[in-house]
């Protein structure tokens, strides 16, 4: 028990922020509205994924959740995944982390220290996302839950050396699912 917070609520150390995870019983007992908007940014900006979803309730474990809407997404059509892709931000945009990111985008660039760039890095990031953008149509996708900012740069990096389009989208849908997993597993408790 950590300041009378049982295994339910988590204390994390970076701005005190304490968060509720829902149990298997909790998000099968939620209505539908309100469980459309707890999970609606699992895939970011994605509402009809969580719709599906909610329609495959109840659910056996977290799993079960996991596997529902990973399975949901893995059977879009490329253009659907493209858009996806699409309604991520970019990382370490300065007028998007304090203004227009969904909570759960906020956060995990903020954990990463994205929030707290100096000037010169915010322009490298700037930098960065338009390079990549030109590059492959797309934005930058990286997956920077328990990630920092040197960690997302070197993948930049790494990523804009790449000269093929499809196998940015594939790295990119990848990306994205690993995404979602993670907000899955932020959510949901065992």
């Known amino acids: 028990m950590i300041f009378g917070y049982v295994k339910e609520k988590k204390l994390l150390i970076i701005g005190i922020k304490i968060t509720h995870n829902m149990n298997i019983t909790e998000i099968n007992s939620l209505p539908k509205e309100i469980f459309i908007n707890k999970f609606k940014n ?7 994924i969580t719709e599906k979803a909610e329609n495959q309730r109840p659910y056996r474990n977290k799993i079960h959740v996991i596997n529902i809407f990973i399975s949901i997404f893995d059977l879009l059509d490329i253009e659907k995944k493209i858009k996806i892709i ?53 934005p930058f996708i990286f997956a920077v839950k ?33 995404i979602a997993l993670l907000r899955l597993e932020e959510i949901i408790d065992d």
């Not at 985008?105 to 100096?118: F, I, K, P, R």
């Not at 804009?160 to 790295?171: A, K, M």
């Not at 849908?173 to 690993?178: D, T």
């Open 42 to 48: 699992i895939f970011e900006k994605t509402t009809f």
């Open 86 to 138: 699409c309604s991520h931000p970019d990382l370490g945009d300065k007028i998007k982390i304090y203004q227009g990111l969904t909570k759960l985008s906020q956060d995990e660039q903020s954990q990463a220290g994205l929030a707290d760039c100096t000037e010169k890095e915010f322009k490298l990031f700037n930098e960065l996302n338009a390079a990549f953008r030109l590059k492959f149509n797309i």
């Open 146 to 178: 328990g990630k920092y900012k040197n960690d997302i740069i070197k993948e930049f990096n790494l990523r804009l050396s790449n000269s093929h389009v499809d196998s940015e989208i594939n790295i990119s849908i990848e990306q994205v699912k690993k």
